[in-house]
């Protein structure tokens, strides 16, 4: 877009301004009204995007009683516990920036540091440290291997998810030397960080997550870094973004059921809670989490979602990386404890390992509350561990210290502390990562951007992490794709009512974050429809 267009956008953008000014005196307004579902970061920052633009009619709709949706602090002592995001991806990004003029960050971590920091437990199992330092330097050249593979070899990434490919590199690792059969449990235990690696970050089951994720996902940052906020968090950050917005604006308590799209007006009705709301909107810009999408898509369109729309929501992932943050009096690990990694290998601690054992791979000391150990549980293990109560996780977890510290006078944890995101029917899970069916499929995360219109112009638009084609899964996705949707009705409002000339061009820079560089307003072109 050239800088004359963009200039005529703003000064459009300006006599909306004024006109509305003029409507108060009794005319008609001409700002569209807008509805957003969920008043998670998407929600929150397209809501603010819109009153930057200077679009003040609209209605935050969210299911749950507080903002920020997947994100959540829960206070504790003199901070925060993060049970959803804690780190930033990268520092070339609008949310960095928050929380670095806020003082939010703590560190710049490797994610690694759980695996390569950590204490591995093993009580009086017959494990030796020359074991663990085999199989460390054998996985350490793994992650550079595998992001070469995405990166030069598309059809190898495509095809196999990374539990595939770390299977045939551990069979021939295991090949290359003569181990006993004592070496190769205490192998199999370990395996079980390194799988727990990927499905942390990923938030997926591995055997489901595809290799080309790597190529996908770019944060433009220094690969395998983040940065750890401090005991504020992302409490700090949801507060920032949250703080123009007119609490009159938020409707808490309030689930939506379905949108309701009327082709013969062009307007859209939601029905909340049972009931529906009078008041019908020119746009719908829906931030709910995919997996909310997967399980009542069919339930919450009328007219039903474009064919494209489901298969992109079907087949993109949506998985969970849950936290329990175990309490103690008093801490029994060492002072200099980052992290422990319980180490039960099959054959020694038992015959066979079961679910929790499995599962159960790290707990991280939480640096500024050292009583405290956040237990990170992904894949499979969100689930397992979502659906026990709390006396059976202090029980297992009791248990699982006493024998990998051999140490049957350590106590119970005093207290957990958890969301159990799985089982929230407003979150169902963490975020979306690419499935194994996705990357054969060639189907983008933006596919989900792409708007329902009618007769050529967007009516529902799509908000979230998972929308956004190279930082799914990131809270900086999320805000970025709500600023992008803001732009998008905004720009289709003033660009129908003034006869600009609609482009059929995808737009796929990261406008929100030109802005940041360059300090311009600037409305996106529009996405193409289905």
Same mark, same amino acid.
């Given at each position: 877009?050239?800088?004359?267009?963009?200039?005529?956008?703003?000064?459009?953008?300006?006599?909306?301004?004024?006109?509305?000014?003029?409507?108060?005196?009794?005319?008609?307004?001409?700002?569209?009204?807008?509805?957003?579902?969920?008043?998670?970061?998407?929600?929150?920052?397209?809501?603010?995007?819109?009153?930057?633009?200077?679009?003040?009619?609209?209605?935050?709709?969210?299911?749950?009683?507080?903002?920020?949706?997947?994100?959540?602090?829960? &206070?504790?002592?003199?901070?925060?516990?993060?049970?959803?995001?804690?780190?930033?991806?990268?520092?070339?990004?609008?949310?960095?920036?928050?929380?670095?003029?806020?003082?939010?960050?703590?560190?710049?971590?490797?994610?690694?540091?759980?695996?390569?920091?950590?204490?591995?437990?093993?009580?009086?199992?017959?494990?030796?440290?020359?074991?663990?330092?085999?199989?460390?330097?054998?996985?350490?050249?793994?992650? &550079?291997?595998?992001?070469?593979?995405?990166?030069?070899? %598309?059809?190898?990434?495509?095809?196999?998810?990374?539990?595939?490919?770390?299977?045939?590199?551990?069979?021939?690792?295991?090949?290359?030397?003569?181990?006993?059969?004592?070496?190769?449990?205490?192998?199999?235990?370990?395996?079980?960080?390194?799988?727990?690696?990927?499905?942390? %970050?990923?938030?997926?089951?591995?055997?489901?997550?595809?290799?080309?994720?790597?190529?996908?996902?770019?944060?433009?940052?220094?690969?395998? %870094?983040?940065?750890?906020?401090?005991?504020?968090?992302?409490?700090?950050?949801?507060?920032?973004?949250?703080?123009?917005?007119?609490?009159?604006?938020?409707?808490?308590?309030?689930?939506?059921?379905?949108?309701?799209?009327?082709?013969?007006?062009?307007?859209?009705?939601?029905?909340?809670?049972?009931?529906?709301?009078?008041?019908?909107?020119?746009?719908?810009?829906?931030?709910?989490?995919?997996?909310?999408?997967?399980?009542?898509?069919?339930?919450?369109?009328?007219? &039903?979602?474009?064919?494209?729309?489901?298969?992109?929501?079907?087949?993109?992932?949506?998985?969970?990386?849950?936290?329990?943050?175990? %309490?103690?009096?008093?801490?029994?690990?060492?002072?200099?404890?980052?992290?422990?990694?319980?180490?039960?290998?099959?054959?020694?601690?038992?015959?066979?390992?079961?679910?929790?054992?499995?599962?159960?791979?790290?707990?991280?000391?939480?640096?500024?509350? &050292?009583?405290?150990?956040?237990?990170?549980?992904?894949?499979?293990?969100?689930?397992?561990?979502?659906?026990?109560?709390?006396?059976?996780?202090?029980?297992?977890?009791?248990?699982?210290?006493?024998?990998?510290?051999?140490?049957?006078?350590?106590?119970?944890?005093?207290?957990?502390?958890?969301?159990?995101?799985?089982? *929230?029917?407003?979150?169902?899970?963490?975020?979306?990562?690419?499935?194994?069916?996705?990357?054969?499929?060639?189907?983008?995360?933006?596919?989900?951007?792409?708007?329902?219109?009618?007769?050529?112009?967007?009516?529902?638009?799509?908000?979230?992490?998972?929308?956004?084609?190279?930082?799914?899964?990131?809270?900086?996705?999320?805000?970025?794709?709500?600023?992008?949707?803001?732009?998008?009705?905004?720009?289709?409002?003033?660009?129908?009512?003034?006869?600009?000339?609609?482009? *059929?061009?995808?737009?796929?820079?990261?406008?929100?974050?030109?802005?940041?560089?360059?300090?311009?307003?600037?409305?996106?072109?529009?996405?193409?429809?289905?």
């Amino acid at each position: 877009m050239s800088v004359s267009v963009r200039i005529v956008l703003i000064v459009i953008i300006g006599c909306g301004i004024t006109v509305q000014k003029e409507s108060e005196k009794g005319e008609p307004s001409i700002k569209p009204s807008i509805a957003i579902v969920g008043a998670g970061i998407s929600g929150l920052s397209t809501a603010r995007r819109l009153i930057e633009l200077g679009i003040d009619d609209f209605d935050i709709y969210e299911g749950l009683d507080r903002i920020g949706g997947r994100i959540h602090a829960i &206070p504790y002592k003199d901070g925060f516990l993060q049970m959803g995001a804690q780190f930033i991806n990268g520092a070339e990004n609008p949310l960095y920036k928050i929380a670095n003029r806020l003082g939010l960050i703590a560190d710049v971590v490797s994610d690694t540091a759980h695996v390569d920091n950590a204490h591995f437990a093993f009580g009086n199992q017959n494990v030796r440290e020359e074991d663990i330092k085999t199989f460390l330097d054998f996985t350490s050249k793994l992650d &550079p291997k595998y992001r070469s593979i995405a990166k030069h070899d %598309e059809k190898t990434a495509r095809r196999y998810t990374f539990k595939e490919i770390f299977t045939l590199d551990y069979m021939h690792f295991l090949k290359t030397q003569n181990f006993t059969e004592t070496q190769k449990n205490v192998f199999d235990s370990l395996a079980r960080s390194f799988r727990s690696y990927w499905e942390f %970050e990923w938030a997926a089951d591995w055997s489901t997550l595809s290799v080309h994720v790597l190529k996908e996902w770019n944060d433009y940052g220094p690969e395998c %870094e983040s940065f750890a906020t401090n005991r504020v968090g992302f409490k700090g950050i949801l507060d920032e973004i949250a703080a123009p917005i007119p609490r009159n604006a938020f409707n808490f308590n309030s689930r939506v059921e379905n949108i309701n799209l009327n082709s013969n007006t062009g307007k859209i009705q939601l029905t909340v809670n049972d009931h529906l709301v009078p008041t019908e909107y020119d746009y719908v810009i829906v931030t709910s989490s995919l997996g909310v999408l997967k399980k009542y898509h069919h339930m919450m369109f009328t007219p &039903p979602l474009p064919r494209q729309k489901i298969e992109a929501i079907e087949k993109i992932g949506f998985g969970g990386s849950c936290k329990v943050f175990f %309490e103690w009096d008093q801490p029994f690990w060492s002072n200099n404890t980052y992290s422990i990694a319980p180490l039960p290998v099959r054959g020694m601690i038992s015959e066979k390992l079961d679910a929790f054992e499995e599962e159960t791979t790290i707990l991280q000391v939480v640096d500024w509350a &050292p009583n405290v150990l956040s237990a990170w549980y992904a894949g499979r293990g969100h689930q397992l561990v979502d659906n026990m109560s709390e006396e059976e996780l202090k029980q297992r977890m009791t248990r699982l210290m006493r024998e990998m510290y051999n140490d049957n006078g350590i106590p119970p944890p005093s207290k957990i502390i958890r969301t159990q995101l799985t089982k *929230n029917e407003l979150l169902l899970g963490s975020y979306s990562y690419m499935t194994q069916v996705q990357a054969l499929s060639h189907i983008s995360h933006s596919q989900l951007a792409i708007p329902v219109k009618l007769e050529g112009r967007p009516k529902i638009l799509f908000a979230g992490e998972a929308t956004h084609h190279r930082l799914f899964q990131t809270t900086i996705g999320g805000y970025l794709s709500g600023r992008r949707e803001a732009d998008r009705a905004v720009n289709d409002w003033f660009g129908t009512r003034y006869g600009f000339n609609q482009t *059929n061009k995808m737009e796929m820079e990261d406008v929100s974050l030109i802005n940041e560089k360059r300090n311009v307003p600037y409305i996106s072109q529009p996405i193409t429809s289905i």
